[in-house]
């Protein structure tokens, strides 16, 4: 029954993982909230494979492998997708507003003119 149950969740995780995906290429434009949403996309569907394969193999020194792992995944996902941000943010990123169009930082390291939108015009 464990066996069952334990392939249950992998599963779960991998249709969450998948649906993330599909779901921030089609809706989502903006370059801080594709990388928020693939922070969470990966943290919670590596947990959830991970708490599968885990109940899968029982206790054992495997399963302690996978929740040191986890543990990593855990601290260092949402870690580095905070500094990946924090970095384009500092380089001048674009954001896209509700209206659909391109804004500048105005707290970014370069100037207004000095770079230009992705898609010509911006505000």
């Known amino acids: 029954m464990i066996y069952i149950f334990s392939y249950v969740i992998m599963s779960l995780g991998i249709v969450f993982m998948l649906f993330g995906v599909i779901g921030l290429f089609r809706r989502n434009k903006d370059f801080y909230y594709r990388i928020l949403i693939a922070c969470k996309i990966d943290t919670v569907g590596m947990m959830t494979i991970g708490i599968g394969l885990a109940l899968r193999h029982g206790f054992s020194f495997f399963t302690g492998k996978i929740m040191l792992i986890l543990l990593i995944i855990v601290v260092l996902n949402p870690f580095v997708a905070h500094i990946?941000?924090?970095?384009?943010?500092?380089?001048?990123?674009?954001?896209?507003?509700?209206?659909g169009n391109y804004h500048y930082d105005s707290q970014s390291a370069f100037e207004p003119g000095e770079i230009e939108p992705p898609d010509g015009d911006g505000a």
């Open 84 to 99: 990946v941000a924090g970095s384009a943010k500092k380089a001048g990123m674009w954001t896209v507003c509700v209206d």
